[in-house]
C-alpha cells in the first residue's frame, strides 16, 4: 500500500517538473542564472556556468521530454507487468 502511493507521487512528481521544464523553460533558466549570480558555492561548482550557456534552454527542455519518457516507461513496466506465459 505505502509503496503504491509512493509510486503515484513519484509519477506526478516527474510529470509536474518535466511539465515545468517543457513548457516554463524561460522561468527555469531565468531562476538558475540568478541563483548562480547569487550563491557564492554555485560559482565554484564545476557546473558553475552551466545556466549561462546559450544552448541552456534547448537542454532544459530535452531534460524535461526525457523526464516524461522516463516516467511514461515507468508507469507501464510498474504498473503494467507483464502477464506470466
Not at 36 to 55: G, M
Not at 69 to 83: G, N, S, T
Amino acid at each position: 500500500m505505502i509503496g503504491t502511493v509512493l509510486l503515484v507521487v513519484i509519477n506526478i512528481l516527474m510529470a509536474a517538473v518535466g511539465w515545468r521544464y517543457l513548457f516554463q523553460t524561460e522561468a527555469v533558466v531565468a531562476d538558475a542564472r540568478a541563483r548562480q549570480e547569487k550563491k557564492k558555492w554555485t560559482q565554484v561548482s564545476p557546473s558553475a556556468r552551466l545556466a549561462t550557456k546559450s544552448w541552456y534552454p534547448t537542454y532544459i527542455r530535452c531534460l524535461g521530454a526525457g523526464l516524461w519518457v522516463l516516467d511514461l516507461l515507468m508507469i507501464y513496466f510498474l504498473w503494467f507487468p507483464k502477464a506470466p506465459q
